[in-house]
């Protein structure tokens, strides 16, 4: 499979991946760009052991934690659409789930490993359990509990957290 090929079957997975990471177009443009100018000089690299669309991921994921210990000092404004409104659109549930995404975002963040990267590749990168189990060297039941437990406990602490408000 020769490079350009590589970029089209799969600019749409790193892209969405990031998007869902970040909750910003403009930062998944960006690092989507990033992510295949970096898989491209590296692409001898690559052994084969995990799928492609994980390995690409896995560097979208690492640019993505390296531009944010850049950034860290900015504060991100949320992407606008630019297009012309839904004039079926509700702007509250629109906020709320723009809202919600923010909170479970901020929660996923402070889980410990593995739980973390585990209901990123599931949520974000849209893995199944066996290729995200074969990530880790473990079984596809590992990451199926491993997963359940993240959500168990971003659920938990996010009820804390409304309590708390």
Same mark, same amino acid.
């Given at each position: 499979?020769?490079?350009?090929?590589?970029?089209?079957?799969?600019?749409?997975?790193?892209?969405?991946?990031?998007?869902?990471?970040?909750?910003?177009?403009?930062?998944?443009?960006?690092?989507?760009?990033?992510?295949?100018?970096?898989?491209?000089?590296?692409?001898?690299?690559?052994?084969?052991?995990?799928?492609?669309?994980? #390995?690409?991921?896995?560097?979208?994921?690492?640019?993505?934690?390296?531009?944010?210990?850049?950034?860290?000092?900015?504060?991100?404004?949320?992407?606008?659409?630019?297009?012309? =409104?839904?004039?079926?659109?509700?702007?509250?549930?629109?906020?709320?789930?723009?809202?919600?995404?923010?909170?479970?975002?901020?929660?996923?963040?402070?889980? =410990?490993?593995?739980?973390?990267?585990?209901?990123? #590749?599931?949520?974000?990168?849209?893995?199944?359990?066996?290729?995200?189990?074969?990530?880790?060297?473990?079984?596809?039941? #590992?990451?199926?509990?491993?997963?359940?437990?993240?959500?168990?406990?971003?659920?938990?602490?996010?009820?804390?957290?409304?309590?708390?408000?």
């Amino acid at each position: 499979m020769d490079f350009e090929q590589i970029y089209t079957t799969y600019f749409n997975d790193v892209r969405r991946y990031i998007l869902r990471l970040s909750g910003s177009e403009h930062i998944a443009d960006e690092i989507t760009a990033e992510t295949f100018f970096k898989a491209m000089r590296s692409i001898g690299d690559f052994r084969g052991e995990c799928d492609l669309r994980v #390995w690409l991921c896995q560097i979208a994921k690492n640019c993505y934690y390296s531009h944010q210990r850049k950034n860290r000092h900015l504060i991100s404004a949320p992407d606008y659409p630019t297009d012309t =409104p839904d004039p079926d659109a509700n702007p509250e549930n629109d906020l709320s789930n723009r809202e919600d995404a923010a909170q479970i975002r901020a929660q996923l963040h402070t889980l =410990p490993d593995p739980y973390k990267e585990v209901f990123m #590749w599931r949520v974000l990168a849209e893995l199944s359990f066996a290729q995200i189990g074969q990530l880790f060297g473990k079984s596809a039941n #590992w990451a199926c509990v491993t997963f359940h437990r993240a959500k168990a406990m971003i659920q938990n602490r996010l009820e804390v957290e409304n309590r708390e408000k």
